[in-house]
């Protein structure tokens, strides 16, 4: 492989690397927060249904 060729792959792979660490944006972590609240809820819920199934 061309030593040119094997260097641009190399600084590629850098740049993906380096994007994928980037912190997430605030918007992405107050939905992914949202997302984790919503589903706790649901959870709470069901459990609620069951209690009052099976307490009459």
């Known amino acids: 492989m ?3 060729v094997l260097f641009e792959k190399l600084d590629r792979i850098i740049m ?3 994007k994928a ?9 107050i939905a ?3 997302a984790t609240g919503i589903g706790i809820l649901g959870i709470l819920s ?3 249904i069951i ?6």
Do not use: H
């Not at 660490?21 to 972590?29: F, Y």
């Not at 209690?51 to 009459?56: D, E, K, M, P």
């Open 2 to 4: 061309d030593e040119k």
């Open 16 to 18: 993906l690397l380096e």
């Open 21 to 29: 660490t980037k912190e997430p944006s605030l918007g992405k972590r």
């Open 32 to 34: 992914d927060g949202s």
């Open 46 to 48: 069901a459990i609620e």
């Open 51 to 56: 209690r009052s199934w099976i307490g009459g």
